[in-house]
């Protein structure tokens, strides 16, 4: 019996930023303080809270091992799902940019580059991608 599998050409942009998201949630949930010291704009929003920064960690392992099963299962649904909570929290970072005054700057082109595109992509993505049998 063969599986669903989403159109090969999304599968492995969206499995890369999947990928991403599991391996940095799980540096962030290990070195809290280095990603507190070396992410651009992080210490504009208050001094470093270890507890905090790992509940964010877990958020991205979780969004990237849910979409990785979600890849392999070609369950859209799911896969959009598990770019939901990323897709808010690039909202929130849009957000923040345009109370700062619109800058172009480090911290919005890192927040463009890591936090905005990767999850909207996704969604795109595998919005738009046919779904079809494994042995077709």
């Not at 890192?110 to 919005?127: G, R, T």
Request: with cysteine; proline share 7%.
């Amino acid at each position: 019996m063969s599986r669903p599998v989403l159109a090969l050409s999304v599968r492995p942009i969206a499995a890369a930023i999947f990928i991403l998201w599991l391996l940095a949630g799980v540096a962030i949930f290990i070195m809290p303080a280095t990603f507190y010291a070396l992410t651009p704009g992080v210490r504009l929003f208050g001094p470093f809270n270890a507890h905090f920064i790992r509940d964010v960690a877990l958020v991205y392992v979780a969004s990237g091992v849910v979409g990785l099963y979600g890849l392999r299962t070609a369950d859209k649904p799911l896969c959009i799902a598990a770019a939901g909570w990323s897709c808010l929290h690039a909202v929130f970072h849009l957000h923040m940019w345009i109370e700062r005054g619109h800058p172009c700057d480090g911290i919005f082109l890192f927040d463009l580059a890591f936090v905005i595109a990767p999850p909207f992509l996704v969604v795109s993505l595998v919005w738009l991608a046919g779904v079809r049998r494994a042995d077709q």
